[in-house]
């Protein structure tokens, strides 16, 4: 018998963006909210992460890295 699979929409697979740094892979950190009355929530703190051209194999391209990476000089706009 032949396993179906989940049908999902074109958008959702193909236009998803990961909050995951293109040069050093820096991802969400995970913790918690805790209120005053000690109310804990999950949350997660995200990477600022920005869009800029940068040079990738002699080429102008499209890439999304983070601000900690652009002052380190890690990526050469262009």
């Known amino acids: 018998m032949a396993h179906k699979q989940a ?3 074109f958008f959702t697979e193909s ?3 990961a909050q995951v740094c293109e040069i050093c892979s820096k991802g969400p950190q ?3 909210n805790i209120s005053h ?3 804990v ?3 997660r703190w995200n990477p600022n992460l920005q869009s800029v051209k940068a040079v990738v194999n002699g080429v102008g391209k499209r890439v999304r890295v ?3 990476c ?3 000089g890690k ?3 262009g």
Do not use: D, E, P, Q
């Open 66 to 68: 983070c601000t900690t």
């Open 41 to 43: 929530t999950r949350r």
């Open 70 to 72: 652009i002052k380190a």
């Open 37 to 39: 009355a000690h109310n």
């Open 75 to 77: 990526v050469l706009k």
């Open 7 to 9: 049908r999902t929409s």
């Open 15 to 17: 236009f998803v963006m």
């Open 30 to 32: 995970f913790g918690n």
